[in-house]
Every structure is written in C-alpha cells, then in structure tokens.
C-alpha cells in the first residue's frame, strides 16, 4: 500500500503540472525566508586553458553549472533548478544542458527560455525533460565554440537520465561529467524509476572512466555522504580524509565539487560493491561469497545498496539520540562528541566506534550581479 502511494505521489510530483505548481511554490518560500540572492555556498570559479566551469549554488543544496568557452565567449549551462541567481550572471547562453526531468534540476528551463529567446535545451529521449526543445541519444556529441558535449544514458534515477561528458583535451585538462543525481561525491541517487541493477550499470559506466575525470555532482550532499562512509567503514583512512576536507571546506561555505572518478573508487562505497573490504564492514561478505549459492553481479548489488541504506538508517539512529540528549541536557558541550547506544539490525557491523560532530549551520551566502569575462 505504502509503495503504491507513493508511486502515484512521485508520478503527479515528477510528470504534471503539479510538480511544477509545488516546485514554484518552494521557491517563492524559499527566497522568502532567505531572499532572492541566497546561496548555499560561495561561487568558486575553476579556471582551466580557455575553460571555466563555476558550480552555481541554487535551491536548497542543489548545484547548476556555467560552462565557458573563454576564448570565444561561449556559454552553456547544465541543470538550472532555479533561474534565478543564473539570469543576473550577465551571459548569454547557448544551451542548457538538463541530466533529468525533476524540477530541481530542470524547473529553471522555461524562465530562461523566455529570458533567451532562442535558446536551446538539450534532454535525454527517454525523460521527457520539461521545456526541453531538443532531445539526444546515448553517445550523441554536441559542440559549442570548443566545448565537445558527449551525452551518456545512465537509467535508474530516472527512465532517460545522462549524464553530461565535457572532453577536456581543447582545453590541456582532464574531462568532466555533469552527473546529476546519478553519482555524488560518496554515494548516488535513489533509484526511482528503475531497479538497482540498472542504476548500478550506470554507476559502472561512470567507474570505467579514467581515473582523472572530474566529477561535477547535481548536489551538495558531500558531508552527509562521508560521514555514511566513514560510519561504514571507520578505517578507511581516504574517507576519513575527504570527510575532514569537507568539513573545512563547508565551515568556509566553498563547495566540495569537483572529485575525481579516481578519488570516488577510493571512499564511494556504491563504487566499491566488490571490494572486500567494504563487504566485511557491512557484514556480508561469507554471504556473497558462498560457493553454495554463488551471488550473481545483480544480486551483489541488490543486496549490498539494501546494507548500505541500512547503515545510513542506523546512522541517522545515532544523530537522532546525540541530539535528544543535548535537548534534554545530557550531552556534551557543542562541538564534542559522546557514545551513543543504539539499535543493532541485521548485517550493520556492530562494534564500530562512532563520533559525530555537530555544529551550526553556515549562514547563506548573498550575492551581487555577476559578471564573466
């Protein structure tokens, strides 16, 4: 029942009108509370030969993408949830490139072709990407100025996800993929419209790229999923790593995007469903490993995203006792952390020592009118 509820809430949200009325509705709230210049994060600009790629904070932890071709003036955008903050950055675009239909990564579309008439939008066949003008195939290229565009079809977020690749060699540095909600510095997007073998293929797709390939995700989830990480695996010393980069980089309100295809390999654990290492720490590793009942690739990947969604229930367990005991006086100073004592379930490793740090949000940042040159 529960299931089906929410397949019917997720489909008026996603494909009608509604999603779009609640969408609007967010927004307005939201420049409400925080004004119409609030950013989650500062603008950090990443400047290569001739290329700019600046990560543009928008909605509550989303990221669109300005992508500059610099020595022709060339401007195209990828997801812009909210058009906002974009339409005062004094460009004018060539294209906007959409990963996915949903509203917080395409609600932007129409305002910007009212704004820019003319202007393109590119989406995925199979997606149905709201405002879209022009739809593209898996491996479809597109070129502005320099900027090479290769499309990727990566299904299991959403019917017709893609992923967005930018070749790098007119530019002397290594390619970028615009991920959306398919991959996130440690960790992935839920699997809405498709089962999780397919969600994992896609995954795949992005592990078989070389190691240098920048990652450009379509949210700011990069402290969450560390934390999950290291929760997982308290050992692993390159997410304890990257967890405490995060955090200072958060503090500061600079954003933690890009990481590397090579870095995700190293702390991302929907990257890592075969290593061992990461199997022993969810618990399950003689379970996929029985010469008995051989697991195939699928069944591994079923079962270990169920683990890992396990372990971030139990996590969440964790932070819901520190903060009921700071409430009710219990706890330590802020800024410290204590043992908590929670709920073991099936296949969570138990044992692992947990600390959890909290501190006050950053305040959102506000802007000016932005110029490129």
Not at 65 to 90: P, Q, W
Not at 207 to 231: I, R, S, Y
Not at 236 to 259: D, G, H, M, Q, Y
Request: proline content about 5%.
């Amino acid at each position: 029942m529960g299931s089906c509820v929410f397949k019917a809430g997720y489909t008026l949200y996603a494909d009608t009108c509604i999603g779009r009325c609640i969408h609007n509705r967010f927004i307005a709230n939201f420049q409400k509370q925080f004004g119409e210049n609030a950013m989650h994060s500062k603008l950090t600009p990443f400047v290569f030969q001739g290329l700019l790629i600046l990560p543009v904070p928008v909605l509550v932890n989303n990221y669109a993408y300005l992508i500059a071709d610099l020595s022709e003036h060339i401007f195209v955008l990828v997801d812009v949830g909210d058009a906002t903050i974009v339409k005062r950055m004094n460009v004018q675009p060539e294209a906007v490139l959409t990963t996915h239909k949903h509203w917080d990564h395409s609600g932007g579309n129409r305002q910007m072709r009212s704004t820019f008439p003319g202007l393109k939008v590119y989406g995925g066949t199979l997606d149905h990407v709201p405002d879209c003008t022009h739809t593209v195939d898996d491996g479809q290229e597109l070129r502005f100025g320099q900027l090479k565009f290769t499309a990727m079809w990566t299904p299991g977020h959403t019917k017709g996800h893609t992923v967005w690749r930018l070749h790098g060699s007119d530019f002397g540095c290594a390619d970028s993929v615009f991920t959306g909600d398919l991959l996130m510095l440690a960790g992935c997007g839920a699997a809405f419209e498709g089962p999780v073998r397919q969600l994992n293929a896609s995954l795949n797709k992005m592990k078989d790229l070389p190691d240098d390939t920048m990652v450009w995700p379509g949210h700011e989830l990069a402290l969450e999923n560390l934390e999950l990480a290291v929760f997982i695996e308290p050992e692993n010393i390159k997410a304890l790593l990257k967890l405490v980069w995060a955090f200072n980089r958060r503090e500061a309100k600079f954003c933690t995007c890009p990481s590397t295809i090579g870095e995700e390999k190293g702390y991302n654990p929907f990257l890592r469903i075969n290593d061992h290492q990461l199997l022993r720490a969810l618990g399950i590793f003689e379970r996929t490993q029985c010469p008995n009942h051989p697991m195939t690739q699928d069944q591994i990947a079923e079962f270990c995203f169920d683990m890992i969604v396990a372990h971030a229930v139990k996590m969440n367990q964790v932070k819901k006792a520190l903060r009921q005991n700071a409430e009710q006086g219990m706890g330590q100073d802020e800024g410290t952390s204590q043992p908590v004592a929670v709920e073991d379930r099936d296949g969570a490793r138990p044992g692992a020592a947990v600390t959890v740090t909290f501190s006050p949000g950053p305040e959102r940042e506000k802007i000016t009118e932005t110029t490129v040159a």
